[in-house]
């Protein structure tokens, strides 16, 4: 209760920020011809703002570990509010691409700072709740963008969802000055024995901090199970609308609304999971990441049900049939991240700003190849996305092997830490 508003406060900063991403591509017809550019060049926007995004976001992490992330967080969300607006004024494909980028900066810096405050703010037995809360308030915000986008266009110009979006900015960055930056590790179990002094905003990281990365060997698998696992389903949802209208010839009203149907399962999946897994956690340390494998499992193989139905027919009961599997699916794989999330809390306090940057990158990187792969995989089968769709969804259940050294090396990890060993 303590932090209660502060922990509010970034919940919805989530949500804004992560919108950021999905407002451009609904609008990729009605921009591209305002603009004189081929729409076919959105998609290299999208992309390129992943990349920036979570390179930048690397450096907000490290400054994050030597200075107050608050600070940082109001510095960043005020310089994505700003060139939000600025992105409105854009009269080309050039200088759109140059707004984009450059607000990419400042959204770098939104989830790996978020996710270190969030830890110092809640205590170790109910972190898979609240990164379920984050993880579901993330897929709201990247609903958000593409709802805003998607019915507004109907009525107003594109600049009319980046104006809501900027403003939304600037009352987060007001909102951030409420925060209540908490001590680093002040609720963490695993570092009673580390004099709070040590781990206070005036840290410094060191060379030697970051070596311990390489030594829980947990975290490292994590982060390639994330890396791995978005490469295979981090292009699904940017796609979603444009396969539902291409493949099986749904208006794009009609497919908005499946879009929200589908991955609208994904926002009490988060909460759900997450308190499973905080649940399974007081009986076993591994527990969280039992709870992703059972996720990773059944929601690939009803992902591949799914998409196997487009070979067999188009019609409107083989539809109906696709829609409920991909809903079970888009639920399931709302367990995964808030639990993985929560798992890499077990990090030294001094360096998780880094860990949570490291892993941002990863699934950003691993998002981008996903995206590209989807394309490719558009073209080899003569413009149609579900086969595509159905390759990326076996390689999410070839993910789940990376689980094996996870499950066997995460306990050790944890008592190695609780003995100050690593």
Known sequence: MKYLKSTQILTLLTLFSS????????????????????????PFINSMFLIV???????????????????????????????????????????????QLITAIGFGAALPLIFSLTIDLVDPKNRGKKFGTLSAVYVLGNGLGQILSGFLIDYYTWQMPLLIISISGFVCTGLLFLVKEPLRGSTDDLYKSIEEGALGIGYKIKIKDLKQIWKIKSTLWILLLNFTMFISIGAI???????????????????????????????PAGPLFGKWGDKK?????KGRMKVVLICLLS?????????SLFFISTELPFIIM??????????????????????????????RSTIYSINYLTYTFGRSISLLLLGQFFIIFNNFYSPGYLILSIMA????LTLI??????????????????
């Open 299 to 307: 929601g690939s193989i009803l992902y591949i049900i799914a998409y």
């Open 322 to 351: 696709f829609i409920i599997l991909t809903i079970g699916g888009a639920f399931l794989f709302g367990g995964i991240d808030p639990l993985t999330q929560a798992t890499l809390g077990i990090n030294p306090p001094q360096i």
């Open 405 to 422: 050294p996870i499950l066997k090396t995460l306990p050790r990890d944890i008592e190695n830490i609780k003995s100050n060993i690593i």
């Open 237 to 267: 949802s940017s796609f979603f609308i444009s396969m539902l209208k291409n493949d099986f010839d749904l208006t794009s009203t009609i497919a908005t609304l499946v879009l929200i149907l589908v991955f609208g399962s994904q926002v």
């Open 53 to 99: 995004g979570a390179v930048s976001s690397l450096i907000w992490a490290i400054l994050g570990d030597k200075t107050s992330r608050k600070v940082l967080l109001v510095i960043s969300t005020l310089e994505w509010s700003v060139l939000t607006l600025l992105t409105i004024f854009s009269t080309n494909f050039l200088s759109l691409l140059t707004f």
């Open 397 to 400: 259940l070839l993910c789940s």
């Open 19 to 42: 919108a950021l991403f999905s407002i451009i591509s609904p609008m990729a017809e009605e921009i591209s011809f305002t603009l004189n550019f081929n729409e076919n060049q959105v």
């Open 281 to 285: 956690y007081e009986t076993e340390k």
